[in-house]
Nanobody
C-alpha cells in the first residue's frame, strides 16, 4: 500500500521561503509522476505543480510559476516543493499526490482525478 507523508510546513512571513518534502513508500517511486496540490479554507483543492516519473518535465500553476520549484530524488523516494517569495495567498494545506499510471508519457495535470494516492497534508501559513 502506498503511503505519502508530507513535512516542512509552518508559519512564515511574506517573502520568506519554505521547502516541503513528501516521502513515499509502498511501490517503486521512480515509476510514477508526483504532484503538489493545496487547499485553502473554504476553497477547492488546487493544483500547484507536478513532475514526471523521471524528473525531466515539470508544470506549474501560473500563480506560483517562477517562485516555486518541484523536484524529486528517486533514490530517497522523496518529492520536494521549494517555495520562495511566499505570499499570504499561498496559505493553505499542501498535499502531495502520486500518479495512477505507470511511467505516464505525459504529465498527469491539474485534475485531482488523475492522481491515485494522497498524503495527509502539511499546513503552510504566510503572514503579511
Amino acid at each position: 500500500q502506498v503511503q505519502l507523508r508530507e513535512s516542512g510546513g509552518g508559519l512564515v512571513q511574506a517573502g520568506d521561503s519554505l521547502r516541503l518534502s513528501c516521502a513515499a513508500s509502498g511501490r517503486t517511486f521512480s515509476n510514477y509522476a508526483m504532484g503538489w496540490f493545496r487547499q485553502a479554507p473554504g476553497k477547492e483543492r488546487e493544483f500547484v505543480a507536478n513532475i514526471n516519473w523521471s524528473g525531466g518535465r515539470t508544470e506549474y500553476v501560473d500563480s506560483v510559476e517562477g517562485r516555486f520549484t518541484i523536484s524529486r530524488d528517486n533514490a530517497k523516494k522523496t518529492v520536494y516543493l521549494q517555495m520562495n517569495s511566499l505570499k499570504p495567498e499561498d496559505t493553505a494545506i499542501y498535499y502531495c499526490a502520486q500518479d495512477s499510471i505507470y511511467k505516464r508519457p505525459t504529465l498527469p495535470g491539474s485534475s485531482p482525478s488523475a492522481w491515485q494516492y494522497w498524503g495527509q497534508g502539511t499546513q503552510v501559513t504566510v503572514s503579511s
